[in-house]
């Protein structure tokens, strides 16, 4: 089975939004749906995740792990 990053994307931002980073939350939704193409919006994802992934934000250790394991994939993917 093919895995679903925009799935994927789309559960970091509940989580996100619950550890209060409801604008980074916004970010991802916003690359999903106004990507044109599949790579143009793993792009926007890979972009967003990365820049999540910083000390400026705090995240519970699950999440940044999530976070982490996602951008990788979408790396591998490109």
Known sequence: MARDYYAEAKELTVLLEREGLAEEARSLVHAIADGSTATEILMAIRWHLERIDTPKFKL?????AR???LRQAIAVAL
């Open 67 to 69: 976070v982490r394991e």
């Open 60 to 64: 519970a250790p699950q999440t940044r």
